[in-house]
């Protein structure tokens, strides 16, 4: 390495194909060989028609395979970082049963992340924010929430409470409507 140069850090997000993509594109390997194996049976073109369809098919089976392998090695080397997930996880829950709100909140919205997007840590940091009397922040996790999950009656009806001490009752009959609509969790 020259001196003075710094490597890019390897953030480990690499290639992000869609396996719809890939299904797509092996269909389309697949259809585009037996076109031109069938031309070329008939004698349109000039290549040999079963040679053509067995390539097709293997080219097909190898993107396939090989998108499915690197899937499968982008989420087992996510593996680690589920674990360490679930710890802290649990040391929050720890802190929830201790009505230690603070701590557990800590915990939550450092799970939940910038993107809001772990569905557990979410509705716990919304209930830790309900304890504390934070009506906006419980808004806002509960809606997050509901984007990830908007089939939960008990979270319209933690929203709905959020409006009304807002004083937002229309927005707390619209999410009292959305909860009355979706069946009672047993």
């Not at 395979?65 to 720890?94: N, T």
């Not at 569905?119 to 419980?138: H, I, T």
């Not at 089939?151 to 927005?171: C, P, S």
């Amino acid at each position: 390495m020259m001196p003075g140069i710094v490597p890019p850090d390897d953030t480990g997000e690499g290639i992000n194909i869609r396996p719809k993509y890939i299904g797509i594109a092996a269909i389309a390997i697949v259809f585009g060989g037996i076109i031109i194996a069938w031309l070329s049976a008939i004698g349109i073109l000039p290549f040999d028609g079963p040679m053509v369809l067995g390539v097709t098919i293997l080219a097909a089976t190898v993107l396939v395979c090989c998108a499915s392998a690197i899937m499968l090695g982008s989420v087992a080397s996510k593996m680690p970082q589920y674990g360490e997930m679930e710890i802290r996880f649990d040391e929050g829950m720890e802190h929830y049963k201790n009505e230690d709100w603070e701590n557990a909140l800590l915990i939550f919205t450092e799970l939940a992340g910038p993107k809001l997007n772990h569905k557990r840590a979410l509705y716990y940091s919304a209930r830790c924010y309900e304890k504390m009397n934070d009506w906006e922040s419980v808004k806002k996790f509960c809606n997050a929430y509901l984007i990830l999950k908007p089939k939960d009656r008990e979270v319209w009806e933690m929203l709905a409470d959020a409006h009304k001490k807002l004083f937002e009752y229309g927005e707390a009959e619209d999410a009292l409507e959305r909860a009355s609509k979706l069946p009672e969790e047993k």
